[in-house]
């Protein structure tokens, strides 16, 4: 029913609008987590059903998906924020980016009646289901905090990094799945994000060989890689996240692998 074209577009407009409304980033993946992860699947039986609101959703238009995305936003900003997100700010970001849809009004009044009952047509297709405790970004922020506690190789994960492939992820419908495993899903996350550093390393120190002239130097640098790299990298990444996340050390190796495959495949 909602073709692939119109989920990438409605998933990137989520990430747009995130940025645009500067959300932090919790209330961006349980947004994530209520519109993609929960409204898309249960929107064609919901459909289907005879509740008297879904004449609404017939047919069910990109823009209509749009407004959807900011309700979702929306209520997880209302969930997480001391200060939620106004009815001002989401009108105004409706009307500069969503054509032919129910949320522009000249009365501002107006707006926000449309607004709350656009959201409990929203809630009534998740069946009310709007927990966040259970998503993929509180996992791995929770893992990023603990195990920067106890390694040094943790100051050096890019989190912004890891939330990238996060969205990458949501963006590419067939790895949406992952994130039914979201415990998994983050442990996965953080050994990728700790493998990247250490790539990135040996590329410097390869790089760098190969500009050496001096044969010296070349020791030099020889030993160094033998030496303070190994103590440096040496904590066990993999079987620290297998113990804090309590997963299967086979579990994360296979999604890690998946998640490499999609990440790097050229675009």
């Known amino acids: 029913m909602i073709s692939s074209c119109s989920r990438l577009n409605t998933i990137e407009f989520l990430i747009k609008s995130s940025q645009h409304l500067q959300v932090s980033p919790i209330v961006k993946y349980s947004a994530f987590s209520f519109f993609a992860d929960r409204f898309l699947p249960s929107l064609p039986p919901f459909i289907k059903g005879a ?3 879904n004449w609404l959703l017939q047919p069910v238009t990109e823009s209509t998906l749009q407004l959807f995305v900011l309700i979702s936003i929306w209520i997880s900003s209302k969930i997480h924020d001391s200060k939620p997100l106004s009815v001002a700010s989401l009108k105004f970001l409706a009307d500069n980016s969503i054509n032919e849809q129910h949320f522009t009004n000249r009365n501002f009044l107006e ?18 289901e709007i927990g966040t405790a259970n ?3 509180s996992f791995l922020d929770e893992l990023w905090i603990q195990i920067k506690g106890v390694a040094k190789v943790g100051e050096l994960i890019n989190f912004e990094a890891c939330m990238e492939i996060m969205d990458l992820l ?3 419908e067939e790895t949406a ?3 039914r495993s979201p415990h998994s899903l983050a442990a996965s996350i953080l050994v990728i994000s700790t493998f990247h550093i250490a790539i990135s390393m040996l590329q410097i120190i390869l790089y760098k060989i190969l500009l ?3 044969c010296h130097i070349l020791l030099q640098v020889v030993s160094y890689v033998m030496t303070v790299p190994k103590q440096k990298w040496e904590f066990p990444v993999l079987a620290w996240v297998n113990f804090a996340a309590s997963c299967k050390e086979e579990d994360i190796i296979k999604m890690a692998t998946e998640i490499l495959k999609h990440v790097l495949e050229p675009c």
């Open 212 to 214: 050496l002239e001096s």
């Open 177 to 179: 799945f992952l994130y």
């Open 170 to 172: 949501y963006e590419k």
């Open 111 to 128: 707006a926000v009646c449309k607004q709350i009952h656009w959201e409990v047509l929203f809630m009534q297709v998740l069946n009310f």
């Open 51 to 53: 509740s008297s609101l």
């Open 135 to 137: 998503i993929a970004f």
